[in-house]
């Protein structure tokens, strides 16, 4: 089937698929968690917002780690973008993260702003650190401990 028949897709059209059906599933994973947590926790400090983004950036350690190059886990580009782009950034949000940062800012509460973003960020950091060991020791027992170090041609 050549490139001009219908139903034939090209490789970018693939990962634009991708990346739309993984966002549109990442940003309803993330209103419904956010939902959840305004509903436990009430309004006042953005939970929501820093909750996905901290469990966001474990994911896509831990997905990172699995599919590196010292990962035990081999995906297509599809997954991929599916996972990574897709459904990890529709599921974080920096934007909404930065307006909230913004409205402290605005309001004067200058130490929560700051705290908020000073926060965020060794979270995140955290997080995203944490889900890429997990994801190397995951490795390291999967493949008996060849995979997730770097070999000496590597080093």
């Known amino acids: 089937m050549s490139g001009t028949e219908i139903g034939a897709r090209k490789p ?4 634009y698929l991708a990346v739309a059906l993984g966002s549109a599933l990442g940003g309803l994973a993330r209103w419904g968690l956010s939902l959840v947590l ?22 896509i350690g831990f997905y990172a780690s699995l599919i590196g190059p010292r990962g035990c886990v081999v995906v297509g ?30 309001d004067g509460q200058l130490i929560a702003g700051a705290g908020l973003i000073a926060l965020s960020m060794l979270l995140w950091m955290l997080s995203v650190w944490g ?24 080093q």
């Open 131 to 154: 889900g890429h060991h997990l994801g190397q020791m995951w490795c390291r027992r999967r493949c008996g401990g060849t995979q997730g170090t770097p070999s000496s041609e590597q």
């Open 38 to 59: 305004l509903a436990e926790m009430g309004e006042g400090l953005p939970i929501g917002t820093l909750a996905v983004n901290i469990l966001g950036s474990a994911l």
């Open 12 to 15: 970018w059209q693939s990962a």
């Open 77 to 106: 580009d599809w997954q991929r973008h599916f996972v990574m782009t897709g459904v990890c950034g529709g599921f974080t949000t920096f934007s909404l993260f930065s307006l909230e940062s913004l409205y402290f800012l605005q």
